[in-house]
């Protein structure tokens, strides 16, 4: 029988603790305005940012009832809030949850991907880029580069040829899964189903080479991870992901593919999830779901459980890092991978919580004036920031024009490379 938690069993965050990260705050000021002056000298790309999924379930997609050029109390994101935080280029990310796979994801892909157009073609502010050449010049023009990534692989519906179409409307990377298992890769948070990548998701890879798309392992299983750094022929990137040194979470990366990446060459770009990256907020989770559980377990699914699960969870606040602990990920991973592996992947409007004082993307200057009360050198903070992964997109572009000299596009079919048998019912004859 399962234990029953009560809320005295629980830690609560000390009142005296928040002090602490007052003076942390109070000692980083001094570092700001360098902060500012390295962040006008070359652009901070921040990796995932999921405004446009935001804009869609609560906005209807409708950038009039979503004016962006006004500062917004409801998202994270904003163009003020983006100027004063000095960012020089985002990959907007067009996202669908898993649970749409086999259920119209390329459709509502495909409308994320025609909803950043349609934000970046509105705001003088922001200017599309497809290449790292794009990014620096949109930089160097004093507007926001803009970028896509495309936020699990069951979007593209097992089929190359939709691959090919979301390259062609301006996506970059591509997150293999998200949350669950797709038909050819394993997701961190699902059951292992295929020991990785299958040999139809070794097809998708090798045709995101191709193509110049970038392949981004968050959230991935470790055994994908692994298959993708031994079959690519480009750099990979982790668009949003932490150090598991920290936290025991399945979507952080262990060090010993903290390791491997750096050979691959690729980048890690580190997130704001503050379950993540902060094992307090970690087990305050887990321990959050056990009670649901006990309760559900107890009373059912109803307004009762649900009531006295509310109770629990005011009584027992989440709690959430500060600054220093992105930083402590940050520079692990330079630490492990190396400087030229580590970048910035925030998450903004795609999470419920952040870090004490990165609330938003005006605060980039913030996380940087930390990095310097810790010593970084200007060249380090500008390789964090946004040389490392403009390297990376240079050397997958170098790539594709390699592989486009001498492959044509993949034929692959799921159906055949993995005997797939999804299309059995389309080869009935025909009754007309």
Not at 2 to 23: D, K, Q, T, Y
Request: proline fraction near 4%; glycine fraction near 8%.
């Amino acid at each position: 029988m399962r234990r029953h938690v009560f809320a005295s069993s629980v830690p609560v965050i000390l009142l005296g603790m928040v002090p602490g990260i007052l003076i942390a705050q109070t000692d980083r000021t001094e570092y700001l305005e360098r902060a500012r002056e390295l962040l006008r000298e070359s652009p901070l790309i921040d990796g995932h940012n999921d405004l446009p999924w935001e804009a869609r379930i609560n906005y209807g997609l409708g950038l009039d009832s979503l004016d962006i050029a006004q500062r917004q109390d409801s998202t994270m994101t904003d163009i003020p809030r983006l100027r004063e935080g000095l960012v020089g280029g985002q990959f907007w990310v067009a996202y669908v949850p898993s649970s749409f796979h086999h259920r119209g994801a390329p459709r509502v892909g495909m409308e994320q991907v025609d909803f950043i157009h349609q934000m970046v073609e509105r705001y003088h502010d922001l200017e599309f880029a497809g290449t790292a050449d794009e990014v620096v010049a949109a930089f160097e023009s004093g507007r926001v580069a803009s970028l896509i990534g495309l936020e699990g692989g069951h979007i593209i519906e097992n089929s190359l040829g939709l691959l090919r179409q979301f390259y062609d409307r301006g996506v970059r990377y591509m997150t293999l899964t998200h949350s669950r298992n797709t038909d050819w890769a394993d997701a961190s948070t699902d059951s292992l189903e295929h020991g990785g990548l299958t040999a139809f998701g070794e097809e998708v890879v090798h045709e995101m080479n191709r193509l110049g798309m970038m392949v981004d392992l968050s959230h991935v299983s470790d055994s994908t991870m692994w298959d993708v750094l031994r079959v690519t022929h480009a750099p990979v990137i982790f668009s949003h992901s932490s150090a598991r040194h920290f936290t025991p979470h399945r979507r952080n990366v262990p060090d010993d593919v903290l390791r491997a990446v750096a050979e691959n060459d690729g980048v890690l770009m580190v997130n704001y999830v503050t379950s993540f990256i902060y094992l307090p907020t970690y087990e305050w989770e887990e321990r959050s779901s056990l009670v649901r559980d006990s309760l559900v377990e107890a009373m059912g699914e109803g307004e009762a459980s649900q009531a006295l699960f509310e109770v629990w969870r005011e009584a027992n606040e989440r709690p959430l890092p500060g600054i220093e602990t992105v930083a402590d990920h940050i520079e692990h991973i330079r630490d492990v991978a190396g400087i030229d592996h580590v970048g910035i992947g925030a998450d903004l409007d795609g999470i419920g919580s952040t870090p004490i004082g990165l609330e938003d993307v005006s605060t980039f200057p913030d996380l940087i004036a930390e990095l310097l009360a810790r010593g970084w050198e200007d060249e380090e903070i500008h390789q964090f920031t946004g040389r490392n992964i403009l390297r990376v997109m240079r050397a997958v572009e170098r790539v594709a024009t390699e592989l486009q000299a001498t492959t044509s596009p993949s034929t692959a079919r799921i159906e055949e490379v993995d005997h797939w048998a999804f299309e059995t019912e389309w080869r009935e004859p025909r009754e007309d």
